[in-house]
């Protein structure tokens, strides 16, 4: 039992250091190589170079080029002055005083639309910036808007989000994206309007106090408002980015010949364990070239490219770095112990069970999809048993588990969170609580009435 303490102990130094800002490139492999001197005696520099570096490197080398266009195409978008038109025309549709809410809309709108939520953070970024200097709302809560629209309904909520979450269930449980959608919508309706609630009550308070945007000039560049993009050309890039991706996921790269992935120097692969990521590259990298074509009057394009790249590089290794620390903690004899110990909560109603292991384990991994693969790995065909002697349909165990998966992942040490704060300039203890009220309470709560209505049920 004492490597389930230390496992624990772990965690919550992780969480709350993290919280102090203490950076958590020092923070992982420090943490997670205690842990397994401590609880299991592995040998340290073999945990710290064959898992630590490993699964770092694997999560940098598939996410890297993502985050690299990602940052450039964010940054052209702010240097260009397209950020400030869009925002100066949301401004005029909707006001200043609802610069909240547009955020939280453009945020659901990409990621809807088949963007992925690392994406989104770069690219509605200086828009957001924009909408909360010009609203002189302050910057704390943007990572909260931004992480509403990104990280809640559109991911797990609503019926056919083309989010990996969404998608993690049908090769289990033999649904489809769309499961469940009466549940999904109420979910989403939900999950968005507490959410709003809650920013809407900060902002209330913050505005009573006297609070504006707060002193964050360093993280943004001013930009002349005599040559500004017309908005056409300001949103085409973004329409871009969804259009392409649609087209490449969709028919270009389902019909290219790709046989030569099989060959064992191509990593030995199917086509479908990489055509998300290529799609969403072709998507930036076209959408980049536009960018440059339409605005090269208005940028230093090499300033400019050079920016975006060095902006992407804290993103993404704080990010892979956790990715790290989970591989050495899922490792150890701790998580073993705590991993079976869930599993046997495994038992009678399938809707309390799955939604209960999915949230623990999203919650230790710090991660909505790996809380949701390792619980179907381990547990989708008992679900399934227990499902169909109960009379529960798979397409609702589906959305339940999903929903489930949201519920306790946005902790300090998620990857989406620390990437979002990076890519904010913001630290932990600047913004993450309101971010962790605003997309995580939200479907605790929704969690704890599907598991209390379904023993409600039972009992009935």
Excluded at 130 to 152: N, Q, W
Excluded at 280 to 301: E, G, M, P, Y
Aim: include cysteine.
């Amino acid at each position: 039992m004492l490597s389930v303490f230390y496992l624990v102990a772990s965690l919550i130094l992780l969480i709350l250091l993290a919280y102090r800002g203490v950076s958590v490139l020092i923070l992982s492999p420090a943490l997670a190589l205690i842990t397994i001197l401590l609880s299991s005696g592995d040998p340290i520099l073999a945990t710290y170079t064959q898992i630590f570096m490993v699964k770092l490197s694997d999560f940098a080398a598939v996410y890297f080029p993502l985050f690299l266009l990602s940052a450039i195409f964010g940054k052209i978008m702010e240097h260009s002055g397209c950020a400030l038109s869009i925002a100066n025309y949301i401004s005029a549709k909707l006001g200043y005083s609802n610069a909240m809410f547009a955020v939280v809309l453009s945020c659901a709108i990409l990621t809807y639309g088949g963007i992925s939520l690392f994406v989104v953070a770069f690219t509605v970024y200086p828009i957001a910036d924009e909408l909360f200097r010009k609203s002189d709302t302050p910057k704390r809560l943007m990572p909260a808007c931004i992480a509403l629209g990104s990280f809640t309904f559109t991911m797990i909520a609503l019926p056919g989000t083309p989010a990996i979450q969404n998608a993690i269930p049908c090769r289990y449980l033999g649904t489809n994206t769309f499961a469940a959608p009466v549940m999904g919508l109420i979910a989403s309706i939900f999950l968005f309007s507490l959410g709003m609630a809650w920013l809407l009550w900060r902002l209330k308070i913050a505005r009573a106090a006297g609070e504006g945007y707060g002193t964050h000039s360093a993280n943004a560049q001013q930009v002349s408002t005599q040559d500004l993009p017309n908005i056409w050309i300001a949103v085409a890039p973004i329409a871009l980015v969804i259009l392409i991706n649609y087209i490449s996921i969709k028919y270009i790269i389902p019909n290219l010949d790709t046989a030569y992935l099989r060959e064992a120097k191509y990593g030995s692969v199917d086509i479908s364990t990489v055509a998300s990521n290529w799609a969403i590259i072709i998507a930036l990298f076209w959408a980049i070239v536009f960018l440059i074509i339409t605005n090269i009057k208005r940028i230093n394009i090499m300033k400019s490219i050079n920016a975006g790249a060095q902006d992407s590089l804290s993103p993404v290794f704080n990010t892979a770095s956790v990715v790290g620390y989970g591989a050495v903690i899922n490792s150890s004899a701790g998580f073993g112990i705590v991993r079976d110990y869930i599993f046997s909560i495994a038992t009678g109603n399938p809707i309390v069970a799955s939604s209960i292991v999915t949230a623990l384990l999203s919650a230790i991994t710090g991660s909505a999809s790996g809380g949701l693969s390792i619980t179907l790995d381990t547990m989708g065909a008992k679900y399934i048993e227990l499902a169909n002697s109960a009379g529960v349909s798979l397409e609702l165990i589906h959305r339940i588990m999903v929903i489930s998966s949201g519920s306790l992942d946005i902790l300090p040490h998620n990857g989406a969170v620390i990437t979002l704060l990076a890519v904010c300039g913001l630290s932990h203890k600047d913004a993450y609580k309101d971010m962790a009220i605003a997309s995580m309470l939200p479907a605790f709560l929704f969690t704890l009435l599907i598991v209390f209505g379904s023993v409600l049920f039972v009992r009935g």
